[in-house]
């Protein structure tokens, strides 16, 4: 799913849009137990806690492609009588109405969920009749396709923090009652997923509140798919591979010279894919990597060491290339000085000892100006 295929269901997630048919739900205390079940019909909730509930689906189609959401594919196996995606075939036909159904999918996200305290279990069902486009993107009273989707959230509950606060009862200040508050959700997803603007029974688009370390047991038992890993998972692997590996041999130029490679091959990939398409994302594998190590210098020792840091530390999950650079600036960082420079002003820095002392050097134009506190101005 791209970004515009994601906010299409999303826009729908308002009062006068919205058509979710049912919504059902499980709380769970810290021991794993049921607390207590819900089922109701969306559309007739009252309407603020409609809007409440809305907030919470929503919050399952935000953030970033690649980091927050993550596309999952099935493996054949799961697509297979009993296999996980045919599973959820199931639960999305019976439109939340099977309690068999609901209570194996309630045991599947108990099971495999590691979270320490209290949390609510939400299923969403929506039924979306696609209006066809025309070329210049105008919506047409025809549809040729429904798309029918799950949509779960998976929200921890925690008591509010202690405070004063007003008694009306007793028409005083005294200390108030503390309630369990639903938050937003940990992790999500939409089942199946909408692309092309169609729906796609073989994939899968997983939301994931934490960036830096996913729910990746979480993905495999509920979903039966490989490993994945977000956007800043994979940027910090890469940066510790290559320090790990590189040791003695990881200078500024070097670094440089190994980003410098990497954004060479999304620029030409770029080039090189159809207009108005976004390209496809450069897999960074092991044979990859040594590539590009090979080009920036490496010696093969070194290049060796990090074809083994890649095997412990990426396994099956992938990297790609847009994910372990970033293409808006070029970060250098040092004891008490943070610099951020454009990816294309970074080849433009240069080390250099300047009266016993190293120095980064950062070549400006005639005309370029800085600013110092707020303010413009010239060296």
């Not at 993905?219 to 003695?248: H, P, W, Y």
Request: net charge negative.
């Amino acid at each position: 799913m791209n970004k515009k295929e994601i906010m299409e269901i999303k826009k729908r997630m308002k009062k006068e849009s919205c058509t979710f048919t049912r919504m059902c739900g499980c709380y769970v205390d810290s021991s794993r137990n049921r607390v207590t079940r819900l089922g109701k019909t969306f559309l007739n909730l009252d309407e603020e806690e409609f809007y409440k509930y809305l907030d919470v689906a929503k919050k399952v189609l935000s953030g970033t492609i690649g980091n927050n959401l993550m596309e999952l594919e099935f493996p054949l196996a799961e697509e297979e009588q009993g296999g996980r995606q045919q599973f959820l075939l199931g639960l999305r036909e019976s439109k939340l109405k099977n309690e068999d159904l609901l209570e194996r999918f309630y045991d599947l996200i108990i099971e495999n969920y590691c979270y320490a305290g209290n949390y609510l279990i939400l299923i969403f069902h929506d039924a979306y009749d696609i209006p066809l486009k025309t070329k210049d993107h105008r919506n047409l009273d025809e549809s040729e396709e429904i798309y029918e989707y799950l949509l779960c959230a998976i929200c921890p509950v925690t008591l509010s923090k202690p405070g004063l606060g007003y008694l009306e009862n007793s028409n005083e200040i005294g200390l108030r009652l503390r309630d369990w508050i639903v938050g937003a959700p940990d992790v999500g997803f939409v089942f199946p997923a909408f692309t092309d603007r169609s729906t796609d029974i073989h994939a899968a688009l997983f939301y994931t509140k934490n960036v830096k370390e996913s729910p990746a047991e979480f993905m495999e038992s509920v979903f039966g798919c490989n490993q994945k890993m977000t956007a800043t998972e994979q940027k910090d692997i890469f940066r510790s591979i290559l320090e790990d590996a590189l040791g003695d041999e990881s200078r500024y130029e070097t670094i440089k010279e190994i980003h410098d490679k990497i954004h060479e091959k999304i620029s030409e990939n770029a080039e090189s894919s159809p207009k108005n398409e976004e390209p496809e994302p450069i897999e960074l594998s092991k044979s990859a990597i040594r590539e590009i190590l090979n080009e920036s210098g490496i010696s093969e020792e070194k290049v060796c060491q990090a074809e083994q840091e890649y095997d412990k530390k990426v396994g099956e999950a992938k990297l790609y290339a847009e994910n372990v650079v970033d293409q808006r600036k070029f970060e250098v960082k040092t004891y008490d000085v943070v610099l951020h420079v454009k990816p294309e002003k970074a080849a433009r820095i240069k080390s250099q000892i300047i009266d016993g002392q190293k120095c980064l050097i950062i070549p400006m134009d005639a005309n370029e100006n800085i600013n110092v506190n707020g303010i413009h101005t010239t060296v």
